[in-house]
C-alpha cells in the first residue's frame, strides 16, 4: 500500500501539487463582532470584526500538529483610540480559559493577523503597560473582548430542545 | 386555546381581588410612596439592569446587606456587593466580590445570595449563572467567608460549586438549617429537581460530597422552562408536625414535600391545573404552612394565595383554585416576596415595593408602597423586568431593604412596624430567617 502511494506522489509533479487557498473574501457568517468592555479611557466606542477561514492547505482542512482545526484569523478595529502608554495585545483563548496563547499586537492601522487552533475561542484584547512577549497570560485590563461563531454552538445538556430563549438571556 | 385560556385565568383570578386592591398605581413620581412609608437611605450601585436579588444579616450588630450584581443589560459587574448598613440612612459598599475575568464571563452573573452562620463563622453563598461560549457555564455559586466584616480585607472565598452534568448556573437558591442541624443549601438547577448541599462539607473542603440530597419534581408534572424543574422554593419548619417542608414552585405549578428525611422526600400536596399557570415562581407559606403565596412570571399575573388545608387534612391531593389574589398594578407584574404574617413584602419590579396584608386571606389588602423605580418599561428585554428586584426584613427591628435593578439599595421603615415575631401574631416564630444559635427544634410537648 505504501509503495502504491509513493508511486502515486511520485508521479505528481511538485509544482502541479493542487493547494486549497482559503477564500479571501469568507462567508460574513464567518464574521465575529469584537466589543469594547469599556474599562479603558478611549477604547468605548471601539468596534470591531474578526474574520476566520481555514488556513491554506493541500488537504483542504488545515490541521495543527495535534490534530485541531488550524485558522487564519483577521482582526481590524474602528474607533478605538491607541492609549498613549502600553501596546494593545491580543490573546487567543479557549471559552474555559484553561488554554491561552498569546497571539500579537495590534498595528499601527489597528489590524492583526494570525492564526488559531481551536474550533471554539475567545479573542481577548488587553492594554499591557510593561508587554512581555513571553507572557503566558494577561496581566492588563481587558479592552476588547469576541467569541467566535463557533462558539455559540454548546450542548443542549440542561436545556429544553424546544426553548424558545437564548441561552446567554435567562429570563427572571 | 391555551392563550385564552390565560387571559381567563387572569382575569378571574384579578376579580378575585377587585374589592381590596385599587385597579390602577397610586404612586407617581411626585409621590412614590404611601404616608406610612419612610425612606431611610438609598445608594445607587451603578448602572441600569445591573442588580439582583439581596439579602440581610439578622443580628443587630452585623448590619450587612448583600447584593447580587449582574449584567442582565449586557454589561455589568458580575458579583456581589457587601454594603454596610451600621447607619441605614447611609448604605455604604464596603466589598465587592466578583468572579475573576468578568468582562469574559457571559451573563448574567449573579443571581440570588443567602447567607448562613455555621460554628460561629459567617459565610455569603451567591448564586452565578454564566451563559455558555465563555468561562465557568457550569458555575452555579460561590461561598465567601465573611466572618471578619467590616473588615473588608478578611473577606475571603472558601468554596465553588459546579455542576458540570446540569450546565447553566443556579438561578436561585435558599438556605435552610435543617432539623437534623445541618445547613443546607437548595439550588435550582437544569434538570427535574432541585439540589440539596450540605455547607458544613462544601465550607470545610468536602465540595466533591456536598451534593446530598435531591427534591423532585412529580412525575408527570409538565410546563417546564430553560430546563429547570425548579424555579424557586422556600424551606420551613413546620412545628405542628414536627417535619421540615419544601415549598416549590416550577413545572406545572407549585409542590409540597415533607424533607425531613432526605433521603425520601415526601411529596404532601401539589398545586397544578391552575388556570394561568404552566410554570411556578416564587413560593412562600404563611408561617404556620396553612396558606401560601404563589407567582408566575408574566405580565399581568397577580400573586395567588392559596389555602393547603383540604390538602394538608387529607380532603384532597391537588388544588387548582386560589382562594384569593393581590397585586400592586393589574398592568405590571410582581415579584419576590418576603412573609412576615399577615404582612408580605413584595419586590414589585415596576411597582416598587409594595406591602400587603393577609389578616384576612381571602381579601388581601395593600398597607404600605414606595416606587424606587420611575422609569420606563423595559423594551430590550421583557418590558417588566426592571425595578424592585428583591426584599428583605430584618426581624429583629424591622428594617426593610430592597435591591432595584437600576437604582440600587433602599433601606426603609414602616410606621408601626418595628420587628416581626411570629408568636406576637399567633403564629410560629418561623420565616425565612433562620435561628442558627437555636438548639434542635422540638415538638412543644418534649419541651
Not at chain 1, 14 to 27: H, L, R
Not at chain 1, 83 to 96: C, D, H, I, K, Q
Not at chain 2, 285 to 303: F, H, K, M, N, Q
Not at chain 2, 353 to 369: C, G, I, K, R, W
Amino acid at each position: 500500500m505504501i509503495g502504491l502511494l509513493t508511486l502515486a506522489l511520485a508521479a505528481v509533479p511538485a509544482a502541479d501539487s493542487p493547494t486549497c487557498v482559503a477564500d479571501p473574501e469568507p462567508p460574513t457568517y464567518y464574521d465575529f463582532p469584537l466589543v469594547s468592555t469599556r474599562r479603558v479611557p478611549g477604547t468605548g466606542p471601539a468596534t470591531g470584526v474578526g474574520r476566520v477561514t481555514f488556513a491554506a492547505s493541500p488537504f483542504g482542512v488545515a490541521l495543527a500538529a495535534d490534530g485541531s482545526y488550524l485558522l487564519d484569523v483577521w482582526l481590524s478595529f474602528e474607533r478605538l483610540r491607541l492609549p498613549p502608554e502600553g501596546e494593545l495585545v491580543v490573546w487567543f483563548t479557549t471559552p474555559a480559559l484553561d488554554r491561552v496563547v498569546r497571539a500579537g499586537t495590534l498595528d499601527e492601522t489597528l489590524r492583526f493577523s494570525g492564526q488559531v487552533r481551536w474550533n471554539k475561542f475567545l479573542v481577548v484584547v488587553t492594554l499591557e503597560t510593561d508587554p512581555d512577549p513571553s507572557a503566558e497570560v494577561w496581566r492588563g485590563p481587558i479592552v476588547i473582548r469576541g467569541m467566535s461563531r463557533s462558539g455559540m454552538m454548546h450542548t443542549m445538556a440542561g436545556h429544553g430542545p424546544f426553548e424558545k430563549e437564548n441561552c446567554a438571556s435567562f429570563g427572571y | 386555546m391555551r392563550a385564552l385560556r390565560f387571559a381567563a385565568t387572569a382575569a378571574s383570578a384579578l376579580v378575585l381581588s377587585t374589592a381590596a386592591v385599587p385597579l390602577t398605581a397610586q404612586w407617581s413620581a411626585a409621590k412614590p410612596g404611601s404616608d406610612n412609608i419612610e425612606v431611610l437611605g438609598h445608594t445607587p450601585l451603578g448602572g441600569r439592569l445591573t442588580v439582583a436579588d439581596m439579602e440581610l444579616e439578622q443580628e443587630l450588630d452585623r448590619p450587612y446587606a448583600y447584593v447580587a450584581r449582574n449584567a442582565y443589560g449586557g454589561l455589568g459587574p458580575k458579583g456581589t456587593d457587601i454594603v454596610d448598613l451600621s447607619d441605614p440612612e447611609k448604605p455604604a459598599v464596603l466589598y465587592e466580590w466578583r468572579i475573576e475575568n468578568q468582562d469574559l464571563h457571559l451573563p448574567n452573573g449573579g443571581m440570588d445570595v443567602k447567607y448562613f452562620k455555621l460554628d460561629g463563622r459567617y459565610y455569603v453563598v451567591q448564586s452565578l449563572q454564566f451563559g455558555q461560549g465563555g468561562p465557568n457555564h457550569d458555575l452555579g455559586a460561590v461561598i465567601l467567608d465573611v466572618t471578619g466584616l467590616p473588615d473588608a480585607s478578611t473577606v475571603r472565598e472558601v468554596a465553588r460549586l459546579s455542576e458540570p452534568d446540569v450546565p447553566g448556573g443556579f438561578h436561585n437558591i435558599f438556605i435552610y438549617k435543617h432539623s437534623t442541624g445541618k445547613i443546607l443549601l437548595f439550588t435550582t438547577v437544569r434538570g427535574p429537581y432541585a439540589h440539596v448541599y450540605d455547607m458544613g462539607r462544601a465550607v470545610s473542603g468536602d465540595v466533591d460530597n456536598a451534593l446530598i440530597a435531591r427534591v423532585p419534581v412529580p412525575t408527570g408534572a409538565e410546563g417546564s422552562r430553560s430546563g429547570r424543574g425548579y424555579h424557586d422554593f422556600y424551606v420551613g419548619y413546620h412545628p405542628e408536625t414536627a417535619t421540615d417542608r419544601f415549598y416549590g414552585g416550577g413545572t406545572g405549578g407549585y409542590y409540597v414535600y415533607d424533607i425531613t428525611d432526605l433521603d425520601t422526600p415526601e411529596i404532601l400536596v401539589t398545586l397544578t391545573g391552575i388556570d394561568g399557570v404552566r410554570y411556578g415562581h416564587t413560593f412562600t407559606p404563611s408561617a404556620d404552612g396553612r396558606y401560601v403565596i404563589a407567582e408566575t412570571e408574566y405580565r399581568y399575573a397577580p400573586l395567588r394565595i392559596f389555602d393547603l388545608k383540604p390538602a394538608l387534612d387529607g380532603e384532597v391531593s391537588n388544588i387548582d383554585e386560589p382562594i384569593s389574589a393581590w397585586t400592586a398594578d393589574w398592568k405590571n407584574l410582581t415579584h419576590n416576596h418576603e412573609v412576615r404574617w399577615p404582612y408580605v413584602f413584595v419586590s414589585g419590579y415596576l411597582d416598587g415595593l409594595q406591602v400587603f396584608s393577609l389578616m384576612d386571606p381571602e381579601n388581601p389588602v395593600t398597607v404600605a408602597y414606595y416606587d424606587t423605580y420611575l422609569g420606563p418599561p423595559n423594551t430590550d428585554r421583557y418590558s417588566m423586568f426592571n425595578g424592585t428586584f428583591g426584599v428583605d426584613v430584618r426581624n429583629e427591628d424591622g428594617l426593610i431593604v430592597v435591591s432595584d435593578m437600576s437604582t440600587g439599595i433602599w433601606t426603609f421603615r414602616m410606621e408601626g412596624f418595628q420587628g416581626w415575631n411570629g408568636e406576637q401574631w399567633g403564629v410560629p416564630d418561623v420565616s425565612s430567617v433562620q435561628k442558627w444559635d437555636e438548639d434542635i427544634r422540638r415538638p412543644v410537648s418534649d419541651q
